[in-house]
């Protein structure tokens, strides 16, 4: 059984038994034939603390958020259901929002890997890396990527404080990253990424909505303990204070939105 805790019930009676489904018949054997102690200590960096907002969060309701496997095996069907009306669709905005031919590209909270996969196929001479701080997630987005054939390097790292030296990316990307986070830690992840880029470099980011996420189902049937700071906040005033210019945000599908901008050195 998923552990799911204060859930609407929509989440429930429809979306938990979903994916009680798909993990009980798991059709690819992902579940059952992986030995997740052992996988999970190949991507656990042991300098890692979780944020207290991170490690004592029930994202989407499942208790332990994602530091727990049902986050990897639930995130995929949640994100499907979701980005209408076509994840691909919705993620391929980001990418066409780039306006470089990136050389070094950093994911940002990349999950599962959906959209890490998807900038090394679009850029395929590019250096891709994605960072996360779940190692259940970053599981996944390996299996995903060895699936694909593909070289992508995965690291645990707090986006706020990441490893890289500065100036070290010509893209950084995040995919819906910021609703899951407090509006000072949002911010924070923005300046971190302002640091990780080179001069001309972009960013490119997608998430809800603000505009229209705090009238929408979306907000009460799923359990985001921060999407209200989200909802309240704006995208375009972090990227300005984290020193960004060239700030444009618009609207995709009604509920999704695309931000992009750019470093300058001054």
């Excluded at 986006?159 to 500065?166: G, K, M």
């Excluded at 972090?238 to 020193?243: P, T, Y």
Aim: net charge neutral; with cysteine; charged share 15%.
């Amino acid at each position: 059984m998923l552990a799911v805790i204060q859930c609407h019930p929509i989440v429930r009676k429809v979306i938990v038994p979903a994916l009680e489904s798909i993990a009980q018949s798991d059709p690819l054997g992902w579940y059952r034939n992986r030995n997740w102690h052992q996988e999970y200590e190949k991507f656990a960096n042991p300098c890692i603390s979780y944020p207290e907002y991170y490690k004592n969060s029930n994202f989407h309701g499942i208790q332990g958020g994602y530091l727990c496997v049902e986050a990897a095996m639930s995130y995929d069907p949640i994100s499907q259901w979701l980005l209408l009306p076509s994840e691909t669709l919705i993620r391929r905005c980001l990418i066409n929002s780039v306006q470089r031919q990136p050389k070094r590209i950093l994911d940002i909270g990349c999950g599962t890997g959906s959209m890490t996969v998807m900038l090394k196929q679009t850029f395929p001479n590019a250096e891709v890396i994605g960072i996360d701080l779940s190692p259940y997630m970053l599981t996944r987005a390996a299996e995903k990527t060895i699936q694909k054939k593909l070289s992508i390097h995965y690291y645990q790292q707090n986006a706020e404080a990441t490893l890289f030296p500065d100036s070290s990316f010509d893209l950084v990307t995040l995919s819906l990253v910021l609703h899951e986070t407090p509006a000072d830690v949002s911010q924070n992840v923005l300046q971190e990424a302002h640091r990780l880029l080179s001069d001309r470099g972009e960013i490119a980011i997608l998430n809800g909505n603000q505009q229209n996420l705090q009238k929408h189902w979306v907000h009460s049937v799923f359990e985001e303990p921060y999407i209200g700071d989200y909802a309240a906040g704006c995208i375009d005033r972090w990227l300005a204070f984290a020193g960004f210019q060239s700030i444009q945000t618009h609207s995709i599908w009604r509920m999704q939105q695309i931000s992009h901008a750019v470093k300058v050195n001054q």
